[in-house]
């Protein structure tokens, strides 16, 4: 039997934020256009999780700057990733992947979910091609909950896991939590305690990965640049940024940041972050 599927024309895709704006809400199950057909409409989810008491309210601390126009005079809200992921979270997340694995192999259910979840956070332009039902059903169980509550790298966890079943065909295997916050702290030692800025301290890292060492860097720096060779490790990079960093994904503007900084020699047009393959 053949699959149904939605092939949206791009120009005709639904616009997430006029419905929030015409409506005053999130759209629902009973609308005749449902959730999942807006890009985007999980990252509003992410911001309203964002004001739960015990989360870091990073998304908050963006919206505001991007308000003001410039650098607020506060601190970047620290945000302190668990060594190992959070086993509720996990489940979710394996779940999730489960509902799509029916129709392919685990490896392909895989990189389904991270599509959807890319579409959902705004980090990919490109609308995956599933089931109505099966689209309802992971919008039925996932939740971020736990992983805004457990900050944590869990999908590069899940695809380092299966590194021996054919779900890392490149071979990825993520530096550990604790290491990369060591490392940061080694490369930005005096972070807080001089004169310079160090919210404005440029950072690369040339094989960003899934993003681990980005996500430690951002309790120092909004300034931060990433690269790799495997698509689909950057998109769980953004896909994180969009969870936990919102500046790595949707860098701030080049006017907020050239206000405190200045323009960087040779280096034009607005920054960076992990978003495309090299």
């Not at 009973?30 to 911001?47: A, N």
Request: charged letters at 20%.
């Amino acid at each position: 039997m053949p699959r149904l599927l939605h092939r949206v024309d791009p120009s005709a895709q639904p616009d997430i934020n006029r419905f929030v704006l015409e409506h005053g809400r999130m759209p629902f199950l009973s609308d005749p256009i449902p959730p999942w057909h807006y890009r985007g409409w999980l990252l509003f989810q992410v911001q309203l999780a964002d004001a739960h008491p015990n989360a870091p309210g990073r998304w908050h601390h963006y919206m505001r700057m991007l308000e003001a126009g410039r650098l607020l005079d506060e601190p970047i809200p620290q945000l302190q990733f668990t060594a190992v992921p959070d086993p509720s979270a996990m489940k979710i997340l394996n779940r999730c992947v489960e509902l799509l694995a029916y129709r392919n192999s685990f490896w392909e259910a895989f990189e389904d979910f991270v599509q959807w979840l890319a579409w959902g956070l705004s980090v990919s332009k490109e609308r995956p091609e599933l089931e109505e039902a099966t689209s309802e059903a992971l919008y039925r169980t996932f939740n971020f909950e736990h992983l805004l509550l457990h900050p944590h790298d869990y999908l590069g966890q899940m695809l380092c896991d299966r590194r021996g079943k054919g779900w890392n065909p490149h071979a990825y295997y993520p530096t550990p939590h604790p290491l990369c916050e060591c490392m940061m702290q080694m490369v930005l030692p005096n972070a807080g305690k001089s004169q310079e800025d160090s919210r404005l301290q440029l950072i690369c890292e040339p094989a960003a990965g899934t993003g681990r060492m980005l996500l430690h860097a951002s309790n120092y720096s909004y300034r931060l640049h990433g690269m790799d060779i495997d698509p689909l490790v950057v998109t769980i990079c953004l896909i994180n940024g969009a969870i936990y960093v919102p500046w790595l994904s949707f860098p701030l503007p080049r006017t907020i940041v050239e206000r405190c900084a200045g323009p960087t020699p040779g280096d034009t047009g607005r920054d960076n972050a992990s978003s495309e393959a090299a």
